[in-house]
């Protein structure tokens, strides 16, 4: 794989080395873990969905953490008393996660509800009103004014 040389673009850019930092980790190999599988889905123009699928795990098993744009999703089981059963085979993990999700400017979690095995996290993008784009007027009155007192000027 190629490795990309960003440092000319460190130098003529400001405030982008987080996205340099992305990029730069794009070609490392992923070191976290498939477990547990989940989708990510565009639910709106600015609505977006994290499903994870969390079988055996109930809502105060799980915590979800949200900061310095990062969403981090955990669940730990608790012990459970034997219940003298013996498992011929035991195909539902038991075992503790840890998921790191990395969240764009001013995205923010919404809510978070847990149904049949599936943990929807609901986000959503708020872009703030001074970065939206807007428009600006043209005064052409202004440009004719100063024209006017030219022609005044020279009458004189």
Same mark, same amino acid.
């Given at each position: 794989?190629?490795?990309?040389?960003?440092?000319?673009?460190?130098?003529?850019?400001?405030?982008? *080395?987080?996205?340099?930092?992305?990029?730069?980790?794009?070609?490392?190999?992923?070191?976290?873990?498939?477990?547990?599988?989940?989708?990510?889905?565009?639910?709106?123009?600015?609505?977006?969905?994290?499903?994870?699928?969390?079988?055996?795990?109930?809502?105060?098993?799980?915590?979800?953490?949200?900061?310095?744009?990062?969403?981090?999703?955990?669940?730990?089981?608790?012990?459970?008393?034997?219940?003298?059963?013996?498992?011929?085979?035991?195909?539902?993990?038991?075992?503790?996660?840890?998921?790191?999700?990395?969240?764009? *400017?001013?995205?923010?979690?919404?809510?978070?509800?847990?149904?049949?095995?599936?943990?929807?996290?609901?986000?959503?993008?708020?872009?703030?009103?001074?970065?939206?784009?807007?428009?600006?007027?043209? *005064?052409?009155?202004?440009?004719?004014?100063?024209?006017?007192?030219?022609?005044?000027?020279?009458?004189?």
């Amino acid at each position: 794989m190629r490795q990309f040389d960003f440092s000319p673009l460190y130098r003529s850019t400001v405030g982008f *080395d987080r996205l340099f930092n992305l990029l730069d980790g794009v070609g490392q190999p992923e070191q976290a873990p498939a477990y547990p599988p989940y989708n990510i889905e565009r639910t709106g123009e600015t609505n977006y969905r994290i499903t994870m699928a969390v079988a055996g795990f109930d809502e105060t098993e799980l915590s979800i953490e949200s900061h310095a744009q990062v969403l981090i999703v955990k669940g730990e089981k608790a012990q459970e008393a034997e219940d003298g059963n013996e498992y011929l085979y035991r195909g539902i993990a038991k075992r503790a996660f840890e998921r790191r999700f990395q969240l764009a *400017d001013h995205v923010e979690v919404q809510s978070a509800s847990l149904k049949n095995g599936l943990l929807h996290i609901d986000l959503l993008r708020n872009i703030p009103e001074a970065m939206k784009p807007r428009r600006i007027a043209i *005064d052409a009155s202004a440009a004719n004014q100063q024209k006017a007192i030219e022609a005044q000027a020279n009458a004189a």
